[in-house]
């Protein structure tokens, strides 16, 4: 999408595939001081119940809201989230958890400045956000 262009509703963010890995949770913990030990050892994030090491909430959305930036023509065209979470990110591993990130515009400002989008998150096919919603700005 270019930002100058008009969005409709309906008009879809196409799928995007962002990988997160342990090394990740790693830098991501000490870079935000988040270091809770279930995102960093199985063993602790078994003890709560769940099946292993999970990805921070915040690094998600983060990623998850990265994709709507680049797709609406940069971070400054990021006006206003929404999320609520559905489910953990288990990343195993010797391998890279998955998120499948896309979405849809919901709704397109009576001006036309802003829009809507409604994100669809997933992670092996289980729902990652429950609602989300990214406000971009449209236009120059």
């Given at each position: 999408?270019?930002?100058?262009?008009?969005?409709?509703v309906g008009?879809?963010?196409?799928?995007?595939?962002?990988?997160?890995?342990?090394?990740?949770?790693?830098?991501?913990?000490?870079?935000?001081?988040?270091?809770?030990?279930?995102?960093?050892?199985?063993?602790?994030?078994?003890?709560?119940g769940l099946?292993?090491?999970?990805?921070?909430?915040?690094?998600?959305?983060?990623?998850?809201?990265?994709?709507?930036?680049?797709?609406?023509?940069?971070?400054?065209?990021?006006?206003?989230?929404?999320?609520?979470?559905?489910?953990?990110?288990?990343?195993?591993?010797?391998?890279?958890?998955?998120?499948?990130?896309?979405?849809?515009?919901?709704?397109?400002?009576?001006?036309?400045?802003?829009?809507?989008?409604?994100?669809?998150?997933?992670?092996?096919?289980?729902?990652?956000?429950?609602?989300?919603v990214v406000?971009?700005?449209?236009?120059?």
């Open positions: 999408m270019t930002t100058t262009s008009p969005l409709s008009d879809e963010l196409p799928a995007r595939h962002v990988e997160i890995t342990r090394a990740d949770l790693r830098r991501y913990a000490e870079a935000s001081g988040d270091d809770n030990p279930i995102h960093l050892r199985d063993e602790a994030a078994r003890a709560l099946p292993g090491v999970v990805a921070h909430g915040m690094l998600t959305s983060a990623l998850a809201i990265g994709v709507v930036a680049q797709w609406a023509g940069g971070a400054d065209r990021v006006l206003a989230t929404s999320i609520r979470f559905a489910g953990p990110v288990v990343v195993p591993t010797d391998e890279p958890a998955v998120l499948t990130v896309s979405g849809v515009v919901r709704k397109v400002a009576e001006d036309g400045a802003s829009a809507d989008v409604a994100l669809a998150v997933t992670c092996d096919g289980a729902k990652v956000f429950g609602k989300a406000t971009v700005a449209v236009g120059s």
